[in-house]
């Protein structure tokens, strides 16, 4: 089966995914004039902005963490240990061109997803089923869209997530030699803790979880930090070998660079979801004045989630010379984990355990909440939401036993497929994002904090918010707003 899977998604990849990603990437680079590259101070500013109106409202900075908490999980540790085992120190490379080009992209869809918001239901929420719809009147790309998610992030990555959690909980606990029924015992467990919150709305562990993740992605780049300090002196051959592999001319006749690219890309996009219309759907339900806010917010946390997690990852990995692992599709999570222990200790193996355990768990309740809100957007069916559940601790369950291989390629089926229809969206409404930071702009330029207001361009049709004080009184965060959903 993982071969079968393996040879659609390649031609999946090559064919269409690849080109893709890199032409709407470079496409809306040009269309919003480097705006992920020239901006990068005011996105400093925005995620600092105090904020406004409501108490209850969500800010700026913590529309920050709440994205970065759900997207930090698998793919930045066990997502680049594999790229780099299956394609080499240049994988890293083109980890970093996805995300360059995709923080353009990111700004794009976060952007639309705040602009094409919608009050009903709970308050503040949309996604790219919403701006298909609205903007474009497409509903059946819409409703294409709303089945993919659904799928992808809460059936698919989800047991990729559970994948990781097993294998680092067994390398952690001797591995499954001792206990052949570990893995089924742990999935258990695992598949239990997601049912009691998807069902029971027992939200005191996703809520500790949202708290905790940003305290151990730092404990987690300080461990990193003082790893390079340690090599300090081999730090400049290894960034030599990252772009070596990435161009060099032996690499090329023996097609080293194809498979560096192909699992760059891959698990690049897989960890920043650049394009793939997953953050839009927490986006949307920030309080902010303008929706360019927003999109400069999810820039940024593309840019700290591959420019900084997962190059962290990369560098522990490449330091402890992963050679023996090059070519085996078993080593994920587990790798990430040998290199730290080579480097520090074991003990730095259990931390990344625990450090691996709540990143995923995070991302699980994370992207349930993704399919829960489409399958909302589509039904609004209790019976169909609670068979949507099942199926949700089902592929927990089954992505804690079956081998790695097979969940990653389940994955990179369907991520080009989700990722394809979002951008078929996005490229045609690119327009519409740089006119609005065109508006964003003139009101900075002026020394006035930027308000939008949809008589402010009203030839956009179907913008149901932004009347003026829609950023004030309906405003809600992520995690409540997923709180909220799991209770009705």
């Given at each position: ?343 520090l200790g074991n003990w730095a193996l259990h931390f990344l355990t625990l450090a691996i355990l709540l990143f995923a ?117 992520y995690s409540d707003s997923a709180g909220k959903a799991l209770k009705n």
């Open positions: 089966m993982s071969a079968l899977l393996d040879a659609f998604s390649g031609l999946l990849w090559t064919y269409l995914a690849i080109p893709m990603l890199l032409l709407s990437g470079v496409y809306l680079t040009y269309v919003c004039r480097g705006v992920q590259l020239r901006m990068i101070p005011e996105m400093f500013r925005v995620i600092l902005e105090r904020n406004q109106g409501d108490k209850e409202a969500i800010s700026s900075f913590k529309a920050f963490t709440i994205s970065a908490a759900s997207r930090v999980g698998t793919g930045n540790i066990a997502g680049v240990a594999t790229a780099i085992a299956l394609g080499g120190p240049g994988a890293v490379f083109w980890m970093w061109l996805v995300a360059l080009l995709g923080g353009a992209t990111a700004f794009v869809e976060s952007t639309l997803g705040q602009l094409y918001k919608s009050e009903k239901h709970y308050r503040y929420h949309g996604g790219p089923a919403y701006y298909i719809q609205r903007a474009l009147g497409w509903r059946w790309l819409a409703i294409t869209f709303a089945v993919m998610i659904s799928i992808t992030y809460g059936l698919v990555f989800n047991s990729v997530q559970a994948n990781s959690i097993i294998d680092v909980m067994q390398t952690s606990l001797g591995g499954e030699d001792g206990n052949p029924n570990l893995s089924w015992i742990l999935g258990g467990v695992l598949t239990v803790l997601t049912g009691a919150i998807i069902f029971g709305g027992v939200q005191i562990i996703s809520k500790v979880s949202v708290t905790v993740v940003p305290v151990m992605a730092v404990m987690y780049l300080s461990l990193g930090t003082l790893v390079i300090v340690l090599n300090i002196g081999q730090v400049p051959a290894m960034i030599g070998e990252i772009f070596a592999h990435a161009f060099g001319l032996r690499e090329i006749a023996s097609g080293g660079v194809g498979a560096a690219m192909m699992m760059g890309m891959r698990r690049g996009l897989f960890s920043n979801e650049a394009g793939m219309g997953s953050v839009p759907n927490a986006s949307a339900t920030a309080s902010v004045s303008h929706p360019v806010k927003q999109g400069l917010v999810q820039t940024l946390g593309v840019y700290f989630d591959t420019m900084v997690i997962c190059t962290m990852t990369a560098i522990i990995v490449l330091l402890a010379d992963p050679s023996h692992a090059y070519g085996d599709s078993t080593m994920g999570a587990s790798l990430t984990q040998w290199a730290l222990a080579e480097q768990f995070t991302s699980v309740i994370g992207n349930y909440y993704y399919g829960e809100s489409n399958i909302q957007y589509m039904f609004g069916s209790k019976l169909l939401l609670n068979l949507f559940r099942l199926a949700v601790m089902a592929f927990v369950m089954i992505g804690s036993v079956v081998q790695m291989s097979v969940v990653w390629s389940m994955a990179d089926v369907f991520m080009p497929l989700l990722a394809l229809t979002n951008l078929i969206a996005i490229v045609p409404l690119a327009g519409t994002v740089a006119r609005l930071l065109k508006h964003y702009r003139e009101q900075r330029q002026r020394g006035v904090e930027p308000v939008f207001h949809r008589d402010d361009m009203p030839d956009l049709k179907n913008v149901e918010c932004w009347d003026g004080t829609d950023h004030i009184t309906c405003a809600e965060t």
